[in-house]
């Protein structure tokens, strides 16, 4: 009998090798629930197939209607207003271009099904208003979300933010310590940062949506959530469960660039194992697994803004790559 750990690693892996088989992988992981430490996972056998729901179904709304989310452990009151160090990053400086400019284009599966996601119930792309809706709609099923372990030790879920009609689309790992207590993404130190690199580029931060892949915090100690310095990346098994969620919102909004921030964001979007150097600085083609989408959209992945923290040497590698976006875009940094 394999211990749980190896199955955790196996689940990981098998998770990143085939993004196609996830579904088989949640429903796995729902029918050993208890191997893989993972009581709360609800099984998506219940959830229509993929790639056959009508627009804004009743079927759809299942799939994002949660049942009473269990009991939370009780949270502790956290009064902590951090203080915010001072950040002497300085983004917009031309720098030459990343000499990985190719476009690649990852294959898409033969039989990519119709396009029925970001139709308006009127026919036709959805409006601003429809968008909001759906959106707003998401969010508080995000909130009462607890399909995995993060929903019992949140103190609140972080849909995301941003322009419903954005452009551009950035995307994280998962919220930190400010943002579960603010219940909004990047806005601690790493979102600072963010903020400077979206000024960088010509854009406002209410130009942009700006979302994670993992929607609750995942802490290192979830006993603790008070605790600084107890963030960790989204396992497999959370990336899964929220997966659905982000790629809705994707469909939703229809940006035309999604920008992955760092690793865990960039593996889990590209589908494929490389590591960030490896993938960055190159367009691919987003393929998502539960909805389709009406047009190309492109990805790109970079550095994320606590790496950039912690290495600022990477700015001038992150730099080249906003600046493919920005180009691609046909955005022009403000001139000082
Ligand atoms: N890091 C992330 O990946 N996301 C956030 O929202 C904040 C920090």
Not at 165 to 175: D, K, Q
Not at 231 to 244: F, G, H, L, S, T
Request: proline fraction near 8%.
């Amino acid at each position: 009998m394999a211990d749980k750990s190896v199955r955790a690693l196996a689940a990981e892996l098998k998770n990143f090798l085939s993004a196609h088989e996830e579904e088989d992988f949640i429903s796995a992981a729902a029918t050993n629930q208890a191997a893989a430490g993972f009581s709360h996972v609800k099984a998506d056998v219940q959830a229509p197939p993929l790639h056959t729901k009508p627009a804004h179904s009743v079927s759809e709304q299942v799939l994002y209607q949660e049942a009473a989310p269990a009991p939370k452990p009780a949270k502790k009151a956290v009064s902590h207003s951090p203080a915010q160090d001072t950040l002497t990053v300085v983004f917009g400086q031309p720098v030459p271009q990343h000499p990985q400019t190719i476009t690649v284009e990852k294959p898409q599966p033969a039989g990519t099904p119709a396009a029925e996601e970001n139709v308006s119930p009127a026919g036709g792309a959805m409006t601003t208003e429809e968008k909001t809706a759906a959106l707003a709609e998401l969010a508080a099923t995000i909130k009462n979300c607890s399909r995995c372990p993060l929903g019992d030790t949140r103190l609140n879920a972080v849909p995301g933010e941003g322009n419903v009609n954005a452009r551009l689309m950035f995307v994280g790992e998962g919220p930190g310590y400010d943002e579960d207590r603010q219940g909004r993404p990047f806005v601690g130190r790493a979102g600072q940062l963010l903020d400077k690199m979206i000024a960088a580029m010509g854009l406002k931060r209410e130009e942009v949506f700006i979302a994670n892949i993992a929607k609750c915090h995942p802490m290192v100690d979830p006993q603790h959530p008070e605790k600084h310095g107890n963030d960790r990346a989204p396992n497999a098994q959370e990336i899964a469960c929220c997966r659905k969620y982000l790629e809705k919102q994707i469909s939703i909004i229809m940006p035309e660039i999604v920008v992955a921030l760092g690793g865990v964001s960039a593996k889990a979007l590209i589908a494929d194992a490389k590591s960030l150097g490896a993938l960055r600085g190159k367009f691919y083609t987003l393929s998502l697994d539960s909805v389709s989408l009406p047009r190309p959209v492109k990805i790109l992945a970079t550095f994320h803004p606590a790496a950039l923290l912690r290495n600022p040497g990477w700015k001038k590698d992150a730099w080249a790559d906003l600046q493919m976006v920005m180009a691609h875009m046909g955005l022009k940094a403000p001139s000082k």
